[in-house]
C-alpha cells in the first residue's frame, strides 16, 4: 500500500504537468486517427470537379469556400464504402455532417490532386 501511495504522489503531478505542457503547445492525438490523416492529406492537395459535381455544387448552391472549410474538414470518412486500397489513385467517401448526414461525397485522392466525382444529397 506504501508503494502505491508513492507512485500515485509521482503519477498524479506528472500526468498534469505533462497535460499542461503539451496542451499549451497545441498538441493533440486526434491527427492520428485515419480518418483525421485522409481529411488532412485530402485538404493540402489541389482540387479538381468533374462536371457532375460541378452541376450538383451549383444546385446545392456551395461554393468550393464552403466545401474546404465545412463539409471536408467537418466530415467523416465512411471506409466501408471507399476503397482505400485502389492503386494509384484511392476513392474515399465522405459524409457531412458526421451526425444525421446530409451529403455523400466520392473523391479519389491521388499524388497530387484530389478529384471530385459524385455528390449526393441524401436528406
Known amino acids: 500500500m506504501r508503494k502505491l501511495r508513492f507512485f500515485l504522489i509521482g503519477?498524479?503531478?506528472?500526468?498534469?504537468?505533462?497535460?499542461?505542457?503539451?496542451?499549451?503547445?497545441?498538441?493533440?492525438?486526434?491527427?492520428?486517427?485515419p480518418n483525421s490523416r485522409v481529411i488532412a492529406e485530402t485538404l493540402s492537395k489541389d482540387f479538381q470537379y468533374s462536371e457532375s459535381f460541378k452541376a450538383e455544387m451549383s444546385a446545392h448552391q456551395m461554393d468550393e469556400k464552403f466545401l474546404r472549410?465545412?463539409?471536408?474538414?467537418k466530415g467523416e470518412i465512411n471506409f466501408d464504402?471507399?476503397?482505400?486500397?485502389?492503386?494509384?489513385?484511392p476513392e474515399y467517401v465522405l459524409i457531412y455532417p458526421k451526425k444525421n448526414p446530409k451529403f455523400e461525397i466520392s473523391y479519389e485522392k491521388c499524388e497530387k490532386t484530389t478529384t471530385f466525382n459524385s455528390f449526393k444529397k441524401l436528406r
Not at 506528472?14 to 486526434?30: D, R, V
Open 69 to 73: 472549410d465545412s463539409v471536408i474538414t
Open 81 to 89: 464504402k471507399s476503397l482505400a486500397q485502389k492503386k494509384p489513385c
Open 11 to 33: 503519477l498524479i503531478p506528472g500526468l498534469l504537468l505533462t497535460f499542461f505542457i503539451l496542451n499549451k503547445k497545441g498538441a493533440s492525438c486526434s491527427g492520428y486517427l
